[in-house]
């Protein structure tokens, strides 16, 4: 099984900041790492697949980079609606299909 | 526009028995691996259980291995998970969740807006 690891599990960011989250994989899973944003009492949304291709109405402040076993979200220049948990996944050599533990990002 | 609609959630004991289903619409259902992912309370996301766009696969964590059965009826555009001998740390809030691509069942790019399922006495 692949585990995937992130950090911090929580950061503080005041508006208009730059937040940077990582995510490790145990062992590579090439670029087939997503990344999603969950905020409280709704489903996760899909922000990044491939580890850098946004998906369809993701604003451009959101970026993914990467590859093998390390990977990072930067969202360039925080606004109100971003403060939310996000969560890495591999899709790669699967099942199973296994998600990091979390990155609350907070407002400072 | 996709949309995914869980239903079957509720309170059921130990040893229980249930029925989740996903109604889906706004794409070609069956072009599409669909899975289960859930969320324990407070805590993180885990994938449940894929199973591909024919049926013909089926995929599970192994938590639910054995106690879990993915199925889908593409004439209804729906997706089903049966769960038996449910226990404790099955509760969660339970969605399912489209694949990206049709070649690529692993990646999430719609999810339902979920449904709580309670294992209590």
């Known amino acids: 099984e692949i585990v995937m690891t992130q950090s911090p599990a929580t950061l503080s960011v005041s508006p208009g900041e730059r937040a940077t989250l990582s995510c490790r994989a145990s062992?590579?899973?090439?670029?087939?790492l997503a990344w999603y944003q969950q905020k409280p009492g709704q489903a996760p949304r899909l922000l990044i697949y491939g580890a850098s291709t946004r998906a369809t109405g993701i604003p451009a402040r959101f970026s993914g980079s990467g590859s093998g076993t390390e990977f990072t979200l930067t969202i360039s220049s925080l606004q109100s609606e971003d403060f939310a948990v996000y969560y890495c996944q591999h899709y790669n050599n699967w099942p199973p299909i296994t998600f990091g533990q979390g990155t609350r990002l907070e407002i400072k | 526009e996709v949309q995914l609609l869980e239903s079957g959630g509720g309170l059921v004991q130990p040893g229980g028995s249930l029925r989740l289903s996903c109604a889906a619409s706004g794409f070609t259902f069956s072009s599409y691996a669909m899975s289960w992912v859930r969320q324990a309370p407070g805590k993180g996301l885990e994938w449940v259980s894929v199973?591909?766009?024919?049926?013909?696969?089926?995929y599970y964590a192994d938590s639910v291995k054995g106690r879990f059965t993915v199925s889908r009826d593409n004439s209804k555009n729906t997706l089903y998970v049966q769960m038996n001998s449910l226990r404790a740390e099955d509760t969660a809030v339970y969605y399912c969740a489209k694949a990206g691509s049709v070649v690529v069942a692993a990646l999430f790019d719609y999810w339902g807006q979920g449904i709580l399922v309670t294992v209590s006495s």
């Open positions: 199973i591909s766009g024919s049926g013909g696969s089926t």
């Open positions: 062992q590579s899973v090439s670029s087939n």
